[in-house]
């Protein structure tokens, strides 16, 4: 099948450009109109496998499934908005509840908000609060948002960053990347570690005045970095050691995508607050930061926001989590059997074709990335860029991440069938663009 781009996509392009401020768009023209499962469809009838799940929004198919669309619906019909910063409802309180339901013992408030950036800026003044700290430690390859306070933790791209500063006070140290490590790729860990302690904590700022370390069980725009097994373990002890708060940013790795509820969780290790965001909302505008208990409350009129908590929002949440909850075994398995397939014909084409340099990944978070040769592990952008228009051609959508990597996300409930079809025209376009 090729993708025809006819006059309507054109003319919506256009449109957009004259009226809409630049953003991230992609190279391809994807002009989505409506989806179901795994499939999305563009307003000239173009069908797409969904490799992509709308950048990890829709984690339970394409438009969410049956259930959250009637919990939506019905709750559409009673109250779209409640102002539950002002008053009290119902449905963000049972959403709050099934959420922390979910996480390890001991969690119990929960702040919600409207997207993955301000989870991490809600948690940025928590940890202030909580500790009376002021400074901040992030890891380079990190992105946590683009506001004002959690672009002084995103280190991704200068574009992100340029002519938007003073941020808010942060430090940035390695991101244990076993691929592109200088040595064995089992001492990146300690290599970062060491940082923090050599370089951040003895030549920057006194530990005494450090909140909290934020960081990505899996870095997302880094380029799908997946850290040595240990490494969390390290820095929990290093955290406490000098009393400062950990941070795990689960906005894309989470939510079921690794196999796991918390992606951290396969690492062993415990946060103290969590941040959620995309499929959280199961495709409405939702984000979440949920803290320890013994952390405390936050002060009346310290924080609020409008649409935080919004009631048709919080009845979707509600399904999507009721579906994991009662679905989770059976999820489980097939997140780990489905990712375990991708990863085996990924490997596969690692061996058989030169500039595929790296595959990682946990579940269905899987990374490939692209390099000019094995030996050189040079960024390959151009390679990466020109596979992922291919893709699109032949009606395969898959975003790109880091300098060369491209990302394999499709919904944790893909059939194998699509996931073979999406994989066939993933190889196919590999193997055109190989040198």
């Not at 102002?83 to 996480?103: I, K, T």
């Amino acid at each position: 099948m090729e993708v025809k781009v006819g006059a309507k996509i054109k003319n919506a392009l256009k449109r957009d450009r004259e009226v809409i401020f630049t953003t991230t768009r992609e190279d391809f023209p994807l002009v989505a109109d409506h989806g179901a499962g795994d499939f999305i469809y563009d307003i000239e009838g173009n069908r797409f496998i969904d490799f992509s799940s709308f950048v990890s929004c829709y984690n339970l198919g394409v438009n969410g499934n049956a259930l959250i669309r009637a919990a939506a619906k019905k709750q559409i019909d009673r109250l779209m908005h409640g102002m539950f910063m002002d008053y009290y409802e119902e449905p963000p309180v049972r959403l709050a509840e099934r959420l922390v339901g979910m996480l390890p013992p001991g969690f119990g408030r929960a702040f919600f908000s409207n997207s993955g950036t301000e989870a991490n800026e809600d948690a940025i003044k928590l940890v202030k609060l909580f500790t009376k700290r002021r400074h901040i430690i992030a890891f380079y390859g990190a992105f946590h948002g683009r506001s004002m306070g959690s672009l002084a933790l995103t280190a991704s791209k200068t574009a992100h960053r340029a002519h938007f500063g003073p941020f808010v006070n942060v430090s940035h140290a390695p991101y244990p990347d076993p691929y592109r490590f200088d040595g064995d790729p089992e001492d990146c860990s300690q290599a970062s570690i060491d940082f923090i302690e050599q370089n951040i904590l003895k030549r920057e700022v006194p530990p005494e005045e450090v909140a909290a370390i934020f960081f990505e069980p899996i870095q997302g725009e880094g380029g799908y970095i997946v850290p040595p097994r240990g490494f969390f373990k390290e820095l929990r002890r290093l955290a406490d050691k000098h009393g400062i708060l950990l941070v795990d940013d689960e906005i894309q790795a989470g939510y079921m995508r690794t196999g796991k509820f918390l992606a951290l969780s396969n690492f062993g290790t415990v946060a103290d607050i969590y941040t959620f965001a995309k499929s959280f909302g199961a495709g409405f505008p939702l984000a979440a930061t949920v803290a320890r208990k013994s952390l405390g409350d936050t002060p009346a009129g310290a924080h609020a926001g409008t649409f935080g908590g919004n009631l048709v929002a919080s009845a979707a949440a509600s399904a999507s989590l009721d579906y994991i909850k009662h679905n989770m075994r059976s999820l489980q398995k097939g997140i780990v059997r489905k990712g375990g397939k991708i990863m085996k014909r990924m490997n596969e084409l690692k061996e058989r074709y030169e500039y595929v340099g790296d595959v990682r990944g946990i579940g269905l978070m899987i990374g490939v990335e692209l390099v000019k040769s094995k030996s050189t592990k040079e960024y390959a952008p151009n390679e990466r860029n020109s596979v992922i228009m291919d893709c699109f051609k032949k009606g395969l959508v898959l975003l790109p991440a880091g300098r060369s990597a491209i990302r394999i996300i499709p919904p944790l409930t893909v059939s194998d069938g699509n996931i073979d079809k999406g994989l066939d025209i993933l190889e196919e376009a590999i193997k055109k663009n190989a040198k």
